[in-house]
């Protein structure tokens, strides 16, 4: 005759596909109901909707038929949350990313019009400075031709891949995601304009990201395709442009700005980088590079100066090395300290 106990047998060489363990063993038969010749059976499963449930699904009308039942009715759930850590194994996390809605991450673009002018400098002690006062920071490196963070920054780890996800590397209180990190033997990337915006895309959505108040872009300089993936993907990032105190450089990067404005982006300010050199002897500053580019820029943007940096290099810590990150009793390292307040400012009000 048909019973509980005997249909439980049957289903004890059956095996739940992601644990390996028997489905009677680890509590997965949720009901068994028997009508005559026709066996209703419930069983919980650690992940539904797969190619695997598929499988388990013959192997359970097999057994049953095997104990006698004509005909079998079978309906699959996924283990709760609460089964799941009894039997050890974490819940599948819901998969966030940062494009998703309601997600309250500032994106800040650093771009400038050409290469050279500090703009990785810029974002990397923009975002250990914002670390430095408490926020919540990651970095992209997009930067994808010249991609040099993670040297910037003194890391020399890769980030953890678990799955599909990617772990950013955290240095200095900021979570890290730069192409460099996907290069082999630091050979050049030759990418077609749709892998770059792929990428890019992937950093948003395949990264897990800790919690984030700000999350810093170090775009390619110019204006070409992955500056204007950002303008597409984040409609409300916000910019910073970098640009030396020549004249000249200023007026490539308004470039930057024009397509900035043009796609409604917020402009935070402008760096000035390479501003001056203070002579350690008489304490005057040098114009080496010229003068007047950043107030240039700014005014053609409408909007405000938020550092001029001088030349300089940062102190060597042997310890920590890091050789483009300014430590904070630094001259230079307190300019990224202010600037970043300013930035925090103007943000949060
Ligand atoms: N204020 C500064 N004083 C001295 N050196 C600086 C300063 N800012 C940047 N540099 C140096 O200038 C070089 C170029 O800087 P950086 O790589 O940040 O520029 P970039 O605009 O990001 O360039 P690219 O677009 O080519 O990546 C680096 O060697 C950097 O260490």
Excluded: C
Excluded at 41 to 54: C, D, F, L, R, Y
Aim: glycine content about 10%.
């Amino acid at each position: 005759m048909l019973t509980q106990e005997r249909i439980l047998d049957a289903l004890k060489n059956v095996k739940e596909p992601f644990l390996n363990k028997s489905i009677v063993e680890i509590d997965g038969v949720k009901e068994i109901k028997i009508k005559e010749g026709l066996v209703s059976v419930k069983i919980a499963i650690s992940k539904t909707g797969t190619a695997e449930q598929m499988k388990l699904q013959g192997e359970v009308v097999n057994a049953v038929k095997q104990a006698g039942a004509d005909s079998v009715g079978l309906r699959f759930e996924q283990f709760t949350e609460e089964e799941l850590s009894k039997l050890g194994i974490e819940a599948p996390k819901e998969v966030k990313s940062l494009l998703d809605e309601g997600v309250s991450t500032t994106f800040i673009a650093v771009t400038s019009g050409k290469g050279g002018v500090g703009k990785s400098t810029v974002s990397v002690n923009l975002a250990t400075s914002l670390a430095r006062l408490g926020k919540k920071v990651g970095i992209i490196d997009a930067d994808i031709y010249g991609f040099s963070v993670p040297d910037m920054m003194g890391i020399e780890e890769k980030p953890k891949v678990k799955g599909e996800r990617i772990y950013p590397v955290n240095r200095f209180g900021v979570q890290v995601i730069s192409m460099g990190f996907f290069v082999h033997d630091n050979s050049p990337i030759i990418w077609r304009g749709p892998m770059l915006g792929k990428m890019l895309n992937n950093f948003f959505t395949q990264v897990e990201w800790d919690d984030l108040d700000y999350l810093i872009l170090d775009l390619p300089p110019g204006t070409g395709d992955v500056a204007l993936d950002v303008h597409t993907m984040l409609p409300s990032s916000k910019e910073i442009i970098v640009t030396t105190p020549h004249p000249t450089a200023a007026f490539v990067a308004a470039r930057a700005g024009v397509m900035a404005i043009k796609t409604d982006h917020e402009i935070l300010g402008v760096v000035e980088n390479m501003a001056y050199f203070k002579s350690q002897l008489t304490g005057e500053k040098e114009f080496v590079f010229g003068q007047g580019g950043g107030e240039r820029l700014a005014k053609e943007l409408q909007t405000e100066i938020l550092a001029q940096i001088p030349l300089g290099q940062p102190e060597i810590d042997e310890k920590d090395f890091a050789p483009s990150i300014y430590a904070t009793e630094h001259p230079i390292g307190q300019l990224y300290m202010k600037m970043a307040q300013k930035v925090i400012n103007k943000i949060e009000g």
